[in-house]
T-cell receptor, first 116, second 109 residues
Framework: IAGITQAPTSQILAAGRRMTLRCTQD?????MYWYRQDLGLGLRLIHY???????GKGEVPDGYSVSRANTDDFPLTLASAVPSQTSVYFC???????????????FGAGSRLTVL | GQNIDQPTEMTATEGAIVQINCTYQ??????LFWYQQHAGEAPTFLSY??LDGLEEKGRFSSFLSRSKGYSYLLLKELQMKDSASYLC??????????WGAGTKLIIKP
């Protein structure tokens, strides 16, 4: 089934631990994104990648890093988790940069992360 | 600055019509998206408007006025399964999305 797979679905971890959220897509989309979603706030972009081998910072990049070694995978790493990183994380992809509908995002099911 | 506003919550009756409004201030505006998000699930694409006017897709329609920085999502013949959050997002000059906090729509029988 075409789409985006995220893992883990949920995780509880202690503050200070390192955590990697995995994201894989099989749609051959060039662009991929990581968002966090918190109650009462809109989706906030953490990092993005317009194509394999390139990444960029979004609105809230501090404390997070990403890599894009190939088209399909876009992992998000929290080097040393803090409680303020408790959130639901969504990975998304899109087919290109044209404004005529090609920027429609396909989202993964989300990863719920709790940092204690 | 860039900003998106939409109501936090709305309630409507099954079978009725509801209009969810969204106002935006976006640099280099490149279009307005609506997504639907059921509780505990991922957002899914509903509509995209870049020109003024109404786009109709079955029971859902979306309207845009660029001069007023205003959009709405119109849902007709409401069904219980339409209970969800509806996210408005504008696209800026860098083709990045600025998201509203979402409108939680509650449908009552």
């Amino acid at each position: 089934i075409a789409g985006i797979t995220q893992a883990p679905t949920s995780q509880i971890l202690a503050a200070g631990r390192r955590m990697t959220l995995r994201c894989t897509q099989d749609m051959r989309h060039n662009a991929m994104y990581w968002y966090r979603q918190d109650l009462g706030l809109g989706l906030r972009l953490i990092h993005y990648s317009n194509t394999a081998g390139t990444t960029g910072k979004g609105e809230v990049p501090d404390g997070y890093s990403v890599s894009r070694a190939n088209t399909d995978d876009f992992p998000l790493t929290l080097a040393s988790a803090v409680p303020s990183q408790t959130s639901v994380y969504f990975c998304a992809s899109s087919g290109g940069g044209s404004p005529s509908g090609a920027n429609v995002l396909t989202f993964g099911a989300g990863s719920r992360l709790t940092v204690l | 600055g860039q900003n998106i506003d939409q109501p936090t919550e709305m309630t409507a009756t099954e079978g009725a019509i509801v209009q969810i409004n969204c106002t935006y201030q976006t640099s280099g505006f490149n279009g307005l998206f609506w997504y639907q998000q059921h509780a505990g699930e991922a957002p899914t694409f509903l509509s995209y408007n870049v020109l003024d006017g109404l786009e109709e897709k079955g029971r859902f329609s979306s309207f845009l006025s660029r001069s007023k920085g205003y959009s709405y999502l119109l849902l007709k013949e409401l069904q219980m399964k339409d209970s969800a959050s509806y996210l408005c997002a504008s696209m800026d000059s860098n083709y990045q999305l600025i998201w509203g906090a979402g409108t939680k729509l509650i449908i009552k029988p």
